[in-house]
Nanobody, 114 residues
Framework: QVQLVESGGGLVQPGGSLSLSCAAS????????MGWYRQAPGKQRELVAT??????IYANSVKGRFTISKDNAKNTVYLQMNNLKPEDMAVYYC?????????WGQGTQVTVSS
């Protein structure tokens, strides 16, 4: 049973920063894709950022503000979020594509409010 455990969400003021982490219970294979999605109330889940074999992909809305990184030794992916905006407020979900299967974390709330 693959588990993804997220941490790091919380409340931050606009312009502030938060760092999310997601630890996988399995080793990250060379062809694993890890990433972050988010879902705001009343909206569809959307891609935030993914990382695969050293290549990072970002949603246009977060480019230049968010950075995704991965530590294979710790089976962990990170999302550093800077200059947060109210529109970044959502539940953030960790995602892992490993082999032929997709896995999701339980989600962590990010609230951006003054």
């Amino acid at each position: 049973q693959v588990q993804l455990v997220e941490s790091g969400g919380g409340l931050v003021q606009p312009g502030g920063s938060l760092s999310l982490s997601c630890a996988a219970s399995v080793s990250l294979l060379s062809n694993s894709v890890m990433g972050w999605y988010r879902q705001a109330p009343g909206k569809q889940r959307e891609l935030v950022a993914t990382i695969f074999s050293g290549e990072m992909i970002y949603a246009n809305s977060v480019k230049g503000r968010f950075t995704i990184s991965k530590d294979n030794a710790k089976n962990t992916v990170y999302l550093q979020m800077n200059n947060l905006k109210p529109e970044d407020m959502a539940v953030y979900y960790c995602y892992l594509h490993r082999g032929n299967s997709d896995y999701w974390g339980q989600g962590t709330q990010v609230t951006v409010s003054s």
